[in-house]
């Protein structure tokens, strides 16, 4: 199965800064890499489909890009409800597998 | 609006089964496919399996066939999900997500709640 890491494991960022996080894949993925925002306590909440398109309701300072086996999601000015833990999923190959996480917390 | 509600918490001893049932509404039901998804205590997401909603097609994480099994009610728009021989290790948050419409590989749109499953002694 497809192997999928992320770095950092947490990253810390004051709030109106910008948070980069990366995603990689142990082979190609092509475009079918998603992302997802995990809030403490939540269920997760789509953010990023095909590599670099917002979900519905996403705000615009979500961006993505990417293609292959390497990914990135940047936040441009995190606010307070952008803390939480960022997964990564790649959808290409069976079984569809996740990133481990990466937990983005207030600086 | 669209949503999936899923069933309350679930105490288990080990060897026994849990089903845990997952609702949507606000959308046609069949035209896609539910996907379950578990996170144990303080973990990442791994993903358990996916059902069709219009047929009887199932694809299931290797290293839970034989003792998973999902099916979907039509008439109530409810999928569900059985997991047998239940371990400690198998404690564990149950999410059902519903796939974009693209099948088994594709990315999940939305997000039931949550169940959470606690097998102890």
């Not at chain 2, 205590?41 to 399996?49: F, K």
Request: proline residues 4%; hydrophobic residues 30%.
């Amino acid at each position: 199965e497809i192997v999928m890491t992320q770095s950092p494991v947490t990253q810390s960022v004051s709030p109106g800064e910008r948070a980069t996080l990366s995603c990689r894949a142990s082979q190609s993925v092509s475009s079918n890499l998603a992302w997802y925002q995990q809030r403490h306590g939540q269920a997760p909440r789509l953010l990023i489909y095909g590599a670099s398109s917002r979900a519905t309701g996403v705000p615009a300072r979500f961006s993505a890009s990417g293609s292959g086996s390497e990914f990135t999601l940047t936040v441009s000015s995190l606010q307070s409800e952008d803390f939480a833990v960022y997964y990564c999923q790649q959808y290409n190959n069976w079984p569809p597998t996740f990133g481990q996480g990466t937990k983005v917390e207030i600086k | 609006q669209v949503q999936l509600v899923q069933s309350g918490a679930e105490v288990r001893k080990p060897g026994a089964s849990v089903k845990v049932s997952c609702q949507a509404s606000g959308y046609t039901f069949i035209s896609y496919g539910i996907n379950w998804v578990r996170q144990a205590p303080g973990q990442g997401l791994e993903w358990v399996g996916w059902t069709s909603t219009y047929n009887d097609n199932t694809d299931y994480a290797q290293k839970f066939q034989g003792r998973v099994t999902m099916t979907t009610d039509t008439s109530t728009s409810t999928a569900y999900m059985e997991l047998r021989s239940l371990r400690s290790d198998d404690t564990a948050v149950y999410y059902c997500a519903r796939d974009g419409g693209g099948g088994v590989l594709w990315f999940l749109d939305v997000w039931g709640q949550g169940t959470t499953v606690t097998v102890s002694s």
